[in-house]
């Protein structure tokens, strides 16, 4: 029987479940009278949630990224959404889907591939297209750039992550350059395809997502320029000023020293793309945090919980109008299915020890 997803669990407020997640996170904390617990965060495909358990003795040891079986009990703390764990233990792989616990891009992973390439075999400068197609034609960086995500936790983290949003990111790119004369589209495409290049080496990503240890010390910046350079040096004949410029798109992009850029934004391109790059994942964090909020069965017109990315709740807009003014006759965005109330019954997973 299918165990509860985390998506889900909005319909057992108040209940007891039974269910598989894998542990992202585990701290030892203490509570005011000095006892230890445990404070978690549980993952699955479908989201993360915090978790508590009170009674850590005897309790099986396990790691961050094992996957766990659980029974808790789902409720709110500070009107959000929580889980008491009764019992945990390592699950057993059989026990298991690993499918159910990695999060991947809701888009075609062969149709992101196929738009990727396009957008290459576009481009007018060769020297730009050939930059480009040395990392297609790479067998390693292709395989890890049909799989990583762009981030381990904010902004498109999920299997196929950085596919996506860099397919998305040439896309607003290639609409902007065309209002800018100033701006040199390929160039602009380059950096879009290649500012985030060193995530591929950055993360590593299994039952959940973390940093390599080269990614800790150096960063996906260094780490990308490294990468560039390589192929770089393998074509003969790049041109010394396009390099330059290349590589300021890359060293540039987060817009500023306090967010990890060592140079700010001094071409046309670098400048358009940080600020494009940052709207594609604000606005990823945002369609996130309104389908979460959908999930979760709140009405159109209540906001979301506090959005740390952003620094605000958010209001879905499209459902709130769609709730407040009717078109007749019309099929129009109205949210999802109704969200349905889970009876005790519907979770039918024995905990087994």
Same mark, same amino acid.
């Given at each position: 029987m299918?165990h509860?997803m985390?998506?889900?669990?909005?319909?057992?407020d108040?209940?007891e479940?039974?269910?598989f997640?894998?542990a992202?996170?585990?701290?030892?904390?203490?509570?005011r009278?000095?006892?230890?617990?445990?404070?978690?965060?549980?993952?699955?495909?479908?989201?993360?949630?915090?978790a508590?358990?009170?009674?850590?003795?005897g309790?099986?040891?396990f790691?961050?990224?094992?996957?766990?079986?659980?029974?808790?009990?789902?409720?709110?703390y500070q009107?959000k959404?929580?889980m008491v764990?009764?019992?945990?233990?390592?699950?057993?792989p059989?026990?298991?889907?690993?499918?159910?616990?990695?999060p991947?891009?809701?888009?075609?992973?062969?149709e992101?591939?196929?738009?990727?390439n396009?957008?290459?075999?576009?481009?007018?400068?060769p020297?730009?297209?050939? #930059?480009?197609? !040395? $990392? *297609?034609? &790479?067998?390693?960086?292709?395989?890890? @750039?049909r799989?990583?995500?762009?981030?381990?936790s904010?902004?498109h983290?999920?299997?196929?992550g950085?596919?996506?949003h860099?397919?998305s990111?040439?896309?607003?790119?290639?609409?902007?350059?065309?209002h800018?004369?100033?701006?040199?589209?390929?160039?602009? #495409?380059?950096? !879009? $395809? *290649?500012? &985030?290049?060193?995530?591929?080496r950055? @993360?590593r990503?299994?039952?959940s997502?973390?940093?390599?240890?080269?990614?800790?010390?150096?960063?996906?910046?260094?780490?990308?320029?490294?990468?560039?350079?390589?192929?770089?040096a393998?074509?003969?004949?790049?041109?010394e000023?396009?390099?330059i410029?290349?590589?300021h798109?890359v060293?540039?992009h987060?817009?500023?020293?306090?967010?990890?850029s060592?140079?700010?934004?001094?071409?046309?391109?670098a400048i358009?793309?940080?600020?494009?790059?940052d709207?594609?994942a604000?606005?990823?964090?945002v369609?996130s945090?309104l389908?979460?909020?959908?999930a979760?069965?709140r009405?159109?017109?209540?906001?979301?919980?506090?959005?740390?990315?952003?620094?605000?709740?958010?209001?879905?807009?499209?459902?709130?109008?769609?709730?407040?003014?009717?078109?007749p006759?019309?099929?129009?965005?109205?949210?999802?299915?109704?969200?349905?109330?889970?009876?005790?019954?519907?979770?039918?997973?024995?905990?087994?020890?």
């Amino acid at each position: 029987m299918k165990h509860p997803m985390i998506a889900d669990l909005a319909r057992y407020d108040g209940q007891e479940i039974t269910g598989f997640f894998v542990a992202g996170s585990k701290q030892v904390r203490n509570r005011r009278d000095g006892a230890p617990y445990l404070a978690l965060s549980l993952c699955d495909a479908t989201g993360q949630l915090e978790a508590r358990l009170w009674e850590a003795d005897g309790v099986a040891d396990f790691a961050a990224g094992d996957v766990v079986k659980i029974q808790a009990q789902v409720g709110r703390y500070q009107d959000k959404l929580q889980m008491v764990v009764k019992k945990l233990r390592p699950a057993r792989p059989e026990e298991y889907d690993l499918g159910d616990f990695v999060p991947k891009t809701g888009r075609d992973v062969e149709e992101l591939w196929a738009e990727l390439n396009s957008f290459v075999a576009s481009f007018a400068d060769p020297d730009l297209q050939a #930059l480009l197609r !040395a $990392f *297609l034609d &790479d067998e390693e960086i292709a395989g890890a @750039l049909r799989e990583a995500p762009a981030a381990k936790s904010m902004h498109h983290a999920w299997i196929g992550g950085l596919l996506e949003h860099v397919v998305s990111l040439l896309g607003i790119c290639r609409i902007t350059a065309q209002h800018y004369p100033e701006v040199n589209r390929d160039l602009l #495409l380059t950096g !879009a $395809f *290649l500012h &985030d290049i060193g995530k591929l080496r950055e @993360l590593r990503w299994g039952t959940s997502f973390d940093y390599t240890i080269e990614g800790q010390l150096l960063g996906h910046i260094t780490i990308g320029i490294g990468l560039i350079e390589k192929k770089i040096a393998a074509l003969p004949d790049f041109p010394e000023a396009k390099r330059i410029l290349v590589e300021h798109l890359v060293l540039s992009h987060h817009g500023r020293y306090e967010y990890g850029s060592p140079k700010l934004p001094m071409i046309p391109e670098a400048i358009l793309l940080h600020y494009l790059d940052d709207m594609d994942a604000k606005m990823q964090t945002v369609r996130s945090e309104l389908t979460r909020n959908e999930a979760a069965g709140r009405p159109a017109g209540q906001v979301t919980d506090w959005v740390r990315a952003l620094d605000r709740p958010l209001l879905d807009s499209k459902r709130y109008l769609a709730a407040n003014m009717p078109v007749p006759d019309e099929v129009g965005y109205a949210g999802g299915e109704p969200v349905k109330t889970a009876s005790e019954s519907d979770n039918v997973l024995p905990f087994e020890d």
